[in-house]
């Protein structure tokens, strides 16, 4: 597996263009099946995830092609309802590709989903909520064989706790079912309201989406249609954390403020400068950041779970101590130990983590176990005094596109090194970021 070796510190600057939304782009590619006709979405990343998706879709018969950020969908071969277990198991979203299969299909055969390893990431409030719309599910062994022959009706639903799958699962299964369905403590990420644009762009009769009541009232059929992706908010705060901890002056162009609000007060209480004007956020750091009181991770619009990691690697060399209170999910501090590694002096105590700011990190080889946690040891990696080897590197493959060409094109000293052959000599350190 491929690693990634950085040099530090060093500052960043320049300008990098945020990529597309992942976890809007895959439930996207899940509503392109329920179309009659092609589908174009621009604006995609390129990242191992979306590959997933396309598998998942030519597997079920659609003809999906890639031409740069464009990803074009046309589900009119659509034959199959199965999910093969391995491209189930490579991501958490594939379980947002039930409510569109069994909605298309009338039937869904598919395991139970992969993803970070954030605890356990249980799916009963999928499941309650289609078996509410007509699916019936039985489950053995891990496997899950959904019916709806007399087609989905539309009911209402109220989440016990707003998931964001959940509410993009039952808007796909609603979107064409019979009735109106009414979701009550809907999630409201702007990847919701991403979701529910498309839909009705392609004729679908949503309202609501972005505020925690959805009302769907179901159509007869969708048609195909161009969609532009929303930015990624959460690599754009990622970014942000690298320009925080490397005391840089960082633009990012094509993104949404609106949709970084939840996090931007946190960056300024650090003493971080953001100038937003339109789709372009500058960032001046200071050299070195205040704590940031408390974070609590929130459902949207509260802090995002996802940039807690990124963020935490903030808090890890600022001045003086910061709380973290991860309430989303119940295992999501696997970074601390790694940040440990590098010099943090971080203390974790359930969902609480007491953060005291270190002067400086020092490299040191460490290992990425999931997603935003490998994000945050990079960027770590950039401010520590030293070599960081990052390994897991796959990990981060799956939400950040070309993280080592991004970081490299704003001046960052770091390279991917191949997973080696067994027995090849590495090449010495000093050509390695000369090769790069
Ligand atoms: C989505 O995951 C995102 N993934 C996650 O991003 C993100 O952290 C999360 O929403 C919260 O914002 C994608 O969109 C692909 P949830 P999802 O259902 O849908 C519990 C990243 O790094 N829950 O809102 O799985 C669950 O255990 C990823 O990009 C149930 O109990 O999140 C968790 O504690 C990581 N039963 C909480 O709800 C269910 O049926 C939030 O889960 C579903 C969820």
Redesign the pocket.
């Known amino acids: 597996m491929s690693k990634l070796l950085i040099q530090g510190p060093g500052r960043l600057e320049g300008e990098l263009r945020v990529h597309g939304a992942?976890?809007s782009t895959?439930p996207l590619m899940a509503a392109a099946l329920l179309c009659g006709s092609e589908c174009i979405l621009h604006n995609c990343p390129d990242l191992s995830d979306v590959d997933t998706s396309v598998r998942i879709l030519r597997h079920l018969g659609c003809r999906t092609e890639r031409s740069g950020s464009d990803v074009l969908v046309d589900p009119r071969g659509a034959a199959h309802w199965d999910i093969p277990e391995t491209l189930m198991r490579e991501m958490?979203?594939s379980i947002v590709f039930l409510g569109a299969i069994v909605s298309k299909m009338g039937k869904a055969t598919l395991s139970f989903p992969g993803?970070?390893e954030?605890?356990?990431?249980?799916?009963?409030?999928?499941l309650s909520a289609l078996r509410k719309l007509g699916v019936s599910i039985q489950e053995d062994h891990g496997c899950l064989r959904c019916s709806a022959e007399q087609g989905l009706k539309g009911t209402n639903i109220a989440f016990s706790?707003p998931?964001?799958?959940?509410t993009e699962n039952v808007l796909l299964a609603a979107c064409c079912a019979k009735g109106t369905t009414v979701i009550t403590n809907a999630?409201r990420?702007p990847?919701i309201c991403d979701l529910a644009d498309f839909l009705n762009a392609c004729g679908g009769k949503i309202c609501g989406a972005g505020d925690s009541t959805i009302v769907v009232e179901g159509v007869k059929k969708l048609d195909g249609c161009e969609h532009r992706v929303i930015p990624d908010r959460?690599a754009a705060a990622t970014y942000l954390a690298a320009a925080a901890v490397t005391g840089s002056t960082l633009t990012l162009t094509h993104v949404l403020p609106a949709h970084m609000a939840p996090v931007l007060p946190v960056f300024e209480e650090t003493g971080c400068q953001i100038d937003v004007d339109g789709e372009t956020m500058r960032i001046v750091a200071p050299k070195r950041l205040s704590r940031m009181k408390n974070v609590r991770t929130m459902p949207y619009p509260g802090f995002?779970?996802?940039a807690q990691a990124p963020v935490m690697t903030m808090a890890a060399v600022a001045e003086g101590t910061s709380i973290f209170v991860e309430n989303?999910?119940?295992s999501r501090y696997k970074h601390v130990g790694e940040l440990l590694r590098l010099g943090a002096n971080i203390k974790v105590e359930g969902r609480v983590a007491v953060v005291e700011g270190v002067q400086r990190f020092s490299g040191a080889p460490v290992e990425a176990a999931d997603?935003?946690g490998g994000a945050a040891l990079v960027v770590a990696g950039l401010a520590a005094q030293g070599e960081t080897l990052v390994s897991g590197v796959k990990h981060i493959d799956r939400?950040y596109e070309s993280i080592e060409k991004s970081l490299r094109s704003l001046g960052a000293r770091v390279i991917r090194i191949p997973e080696e052959p067994a027995g090849k000599v590495p090449i010495c350190r000093a050509a390695v970021y000369q090769e790069g």
């Not at 954030?118 to 999928?126: E, M």
């Not at 998931?163 to 959940?166: I, K, P, Y």
């Open positions: 992942k976890n895959l958490r979203s993803g970070c954030l605890g356990p990431r249980p799916i009963d409030l999928h706790f998931s964001v799958g959940a999630a990420e990847e959460i995002p779970t996802d989303i999910f119940e997603l935003r939400g």
